[in-house]
């Protein structure tokens, strides 16, 4: 399995080919509790890195998921529909949020290692 980079912002990102799998850090999760509620993104919408992709509303605030990447939406995580506490119960595993079809890979280079980030949390 590819290995996890992260933003300051807590999303986590995992590339496999050219395309991203991007989430919520187990960092933020806990932070948010109880996630009640996910506003997933349109498919095939064009994004740029730092662009707000949704909001997720837990039971103490409402968040916003931003792209560490620029690309394509290509698929995004019905799933939570349903069950936004995925996100709580396997943030990095079943709680993925969506995947984009990156257009720059240099972009990864400037994200976080998992060492860098849990320094970043704990700071």
């Known amino acids: 399995m590819a290995k996890l ?19 919520v850090s187990d960092y933020a999760q806990s932070e948010l509790g109880d996630i009640v509620f996910v506003e997933l993104p349109d498919t095939g919408k064009s994004v740029s890195s730092g662009d707000v992709l949704t909001s997720i509303e837990s039971v103490k605030s409402v968040s916003e998921l931003y792209t560490p990447v620029s690309g394509e939406i290509i698929e995004v995580n019905t799933a939570l529909d349903d069950d936004p506490g995925k996100i709580n119960e396997d943030p990095t595993g079943d709680g993925w949020v969506l995947r984009i079809k990156l257009s720059d890979p240099s972009e ?3 994200l976080m290692g998992p060492e860098d980030y849990e320094a970043h949390t704990k700071g």
């Open 5 to 23: 980079l992260f933003t300051k912002s807590h999303e986590w990102v995992r590339v496999e080919d050219d395309v991203a799998t991007i989430g």
């Open 108 to 110: 990864l280079d400037g």
